[in-house]
């Protein structure tokens, strides 16, 4: 995936720093006092998401920090692709846990706001940065770990469901799916294969036909989260399931696992444009619009 380029393209016009031009990122790790061995952890941060790669065990904890509701804008999208990247390349990283700091939210999915009245240069630029987001999240070499401490919906789904393994605090009033329908949009065919893989068909139908939230104990029935655990346990719980996957060698790990995504992640390389294409049609639709504007004007009316 040659992204490079187009990445850097995109943080210039938005505005958002690159890593490369900040301050050198490992640096930015608490110093130690004098004297004691310096602890083998490596940090870097940006606005939206933080990162500590703990050198001792190849494990990074990616914790998403976008009040507030972590919701997956261009700037947002952009940075976790970015963080991705860092990590797919640093040698010392073979594993990222990927959990939320804002409490009761782990994503609320695209950011509406993001398909809504823009012109269809913006409709296309953030559409490639989700294909890209998904493109590295599905396909990395990492063992990825979803810690969903807080509701998932739609596009916060699909990055858990893009992840190894998927643990969920055990809340039912969180809860999780690809609620797209809903909205009056579809989730496109990577969203539905992505999902097909973890539920199966015949649970996946059902689920996207009916744009279905489920509370976690239901998502834990459905397979769409692996097991459950008492919110306080649950960064501890990753990293107990982390170190069982890392235990394994990572090149038979990760021919295994190629080999079970790539038909899905080749589908989308080979039709890239054409979903791009698609999903600007789509989106720029004047009833689409109103279904958008309607959903978020409900969205503010359950709030007062
Ligand atoms: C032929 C086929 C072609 C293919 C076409 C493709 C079509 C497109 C496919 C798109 C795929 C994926 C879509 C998505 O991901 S859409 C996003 C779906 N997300 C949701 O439905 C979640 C909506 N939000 C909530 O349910 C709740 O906000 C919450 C996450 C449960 C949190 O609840 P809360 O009570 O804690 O907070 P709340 O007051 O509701 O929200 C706080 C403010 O945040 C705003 N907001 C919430 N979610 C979003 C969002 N996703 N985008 C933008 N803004 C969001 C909310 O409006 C509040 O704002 P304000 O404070 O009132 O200004």
Redesign the pocket.
Known sequence: MAAAPILARRIARSGVLPLCCRPPSWDRAPRQPPGLPLAPCRAFSNNKIQVELDESSGVAMMKFKSP??????LDFLTEFSISLEKLENDRACRGVIITSTIP??F?????????CGKNVEHYGEF?RA?QEMWLRLYGSNMVTVAAVN??S??????IALSCDYRIMAENPKF?IG???A??G?????W?KDTFVNVVGHRIAERSLQLGS?HPAPEALKLGLVDELVPEEKLLEKASAVMARWLALPDHARQLTKSMMRKAVLDHLVAHREE?IK??I???SKES?QKS?RM??EM??K??S
């Open positions: 507030p509701v972590n919701s997956l804008s009761k939210i994503s609320s999915g695209l950011d509406i706001m993001e398909m559409w989700v807080g509701s919906p739609a596009g916060g789904c699909l809860s690809l609620n797209e809903q909205l949009i579809v989730a496109p065919f969203f939230l979903d698609n999903f049609n789509f989106i689409i958008l959903y978020m969205l503010k359950k709030k």
